[in-house]
């Protein structure tokens, strides 16, 4: 079999997977860059589409080049929330506007900018099985249509998704890993890229409906006639009908008559925490192979684009002082962590809570607290609101007090995890420590909306 060796592999072409390889090579190490998909479908990968107004990425790519040529629709001033029952409409406004983009194309700049910073790209490279010695990850086996080559590395980051298969080959058990990772946390979802012929209203708007598996049915404006619609559902729920239940919702909107479907892909996303600890000797996982995504909106690009990026800036260190140990690597946790980590761990007790509920009860809530209450609730809090509008919040959400104090109660926990991500260890020495701490409060969350363990 054939051998090639280079200070750095990394398996996958998605947002992670560049980022890593981009910021490794820019560094002027040797990278290569694995992707089992052909050159010309690269980039192609099921997704909403849709970024945060607030989302930074790296500054390690042509920034303006993406937005260019993939932004197709930088006006996304508001979060639409529709209630089927009751047909009201809630909209709340982003601090800062939104974006959603063609994703093809901007997974297509992604690679075309790696190659341009360096990366050495191989498409068509099924990454099968990984190479440990003594513990440490040292490269990695792929296939090519049939032939096989080794790609020997000092580090090998995993970027190859929700369903790496790098993570079932490697043997951590001497390391901090996180292996408690289960299909039940996962979301499956769908989606269709569709176009209409006359421009929709809510063309500077994400559209969001509850659906009963509690997962959520989207609508996102790529333009004013191109639509991203989409739906998943929380994988330890019963299973939906994906397609059907999209296709079902489409024919009863008016604005989509006569509309053509132009695309659809389907892909699980991991909508957990993110993992305790992403490094082992020689290696890191970044992306959605380690779940740094927003477990409620099932955001995960902006995410997997920075831990793409810290892993990247770890591995080169390490290189460079010859260590590429746990120890070595451990910043890049600790950046997750005490970074976006702790929001999304803290939003993941949320769904734990509302994986109690039904989905009627939750929208009944929403519905029964007067709009202005909630955009006030979330923005600053109940302090924020007037005498009045507390009295008649309290008036409208009557019939649902115990299940808004469990929130209230869940919230509580929310902060007190925050701060215990904060103080994430600074080394490998202190994790058994903080994992215990952060599993007391999951172990509340979990007496208090008597829900299963999720880990
Ligand atoms: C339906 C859906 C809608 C979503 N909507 C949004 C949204 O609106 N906004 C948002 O921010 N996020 C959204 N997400 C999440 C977002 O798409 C992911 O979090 C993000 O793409 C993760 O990037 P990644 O690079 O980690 O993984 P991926 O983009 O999945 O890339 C992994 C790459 O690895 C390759 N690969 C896998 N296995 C191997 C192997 N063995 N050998 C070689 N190559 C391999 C794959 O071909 C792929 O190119 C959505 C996800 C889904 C499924």
Redesign the pocket.
């Known amino acids: 079999m054939p051998t090639e060796s280079f200070d750095v592999v990394v ?7 560049t980022f890593a390889a981009s910021t490794v090579a820019d560094a002027g190490l040797d990278v290569v860059l ?4 052909s050159e010309s479908n ?1 980039g192609h ?7 945060k107004g607030k989302s930074t990425f790296p500054d390690v790519i042509d920034r303006e080049y993406l937005k260019d040529e993939s932004f197709t629709n930088e006006n996304i001033q508001y979060a639409r929330f529709e209630n089927p029952q009751t047909e009201e409409t809630l909209e709340i406004p982003f601090e800062e506007a939104g974006a959603v983009v063609d994703r093809r194309r901007y997974g297509e700049v992604l690679l075309e900018e790696s190659e341009r910073l360096g990366v050495d790209i191989r498409y068509n ?4 099985d990984v190479i440990q010695e003594k513990g440490q990850v040292k490269g990695v086996h792929s296939s090519q249509n049939g032939d096989q080559t080794t790609f020997e590395a000092e580090m090998v980051i995993d ?4 369903m ?2 790098l993570q079932d080959q490697v043997d951590f058990s001497e390391s901090t890993f996180d292996t408690k990772v289960h299909f039940q946390q996962f979301c499956s ?3 269709e890229v569709i176009e209409v012929e006359d421009p929709v209203e809510y063309d500077d708007s994400i559209v969001f409906m509850p659906t009963a598996e509690l997962g959520y049915l989207w609508y ?1 404006p790529r333009t004013e006639t191109m639509i991203n619609a ?1 739906l ?1 559902f929380q994988m330890n729920k019963p299973p939906m009908k994906l397609v059907d239940h999209l296709k079902k919702d489409v024919r009863s909107r008016s604005e989509f008559e006569n509309a053509k479907v132009i695309d659809k892909l ?4 991991p909508t957990r925490r993110p993992y305790d600890s992403a490094v082992a000797p020689g290696y890191a996982a ?4 380690a779940a740094p ?1 927003n477990p409620a909106t ?5 995410g ?1 684009a920075k831990a793409g990026h810290w892993a990247a800036e770890a591995a080169i260190k390490g290189i460079e002082n010859g260590d590429v140990s746990e120890d070595a690597l451990w910043e890049y946790n600790r950046k997750v962590m005490t970074d976006f980590g702790k929001r999304f761990a803290a939003i993941d007790l949320y769904n734990i809570w509302a994986g109690t509920h039904n989905v009627d009860e939750l929208t009944g809530i929403v519905t029964a607290l007067p709009g202005q209450a909630l955009i006030d609730a979330l923005g600053k809090g109940a302090a924020g609101m007037s005498l009045g509008l507390k009295l008649d919040t309290l008036r409208r959400t009557f019939g649902h007090w115990k299940t808004l104090f469990g929130l209230y109660r869940v919230h509580q926990q929310a902060l007190k995890l925050k701060a215990v991500y904060d103080d994430y260890p600074r080394d490998p020495d202190g994790f058994e420590d903080w994992r215990a701490r952060r599993d007391e409060i999951y172990d509340t969350v979990y007496e208090i909306s008597g829900a299963d363990p999720k880990y």
């Open positions: 398996v996958g072409g998605g947002t992670a997977g694995l992707e089992r998909k690269a990968i099921a997704c909403g589409d849709a970024i490279q099924v990454v099968q970027a190859a998704g929700a790496s298969i979802a769908y989606r996102f989409g998943g389907g892909a699980a996303l970044v992306g959605d192979a995504v099932g955001g995960g690009i902006p997997a």
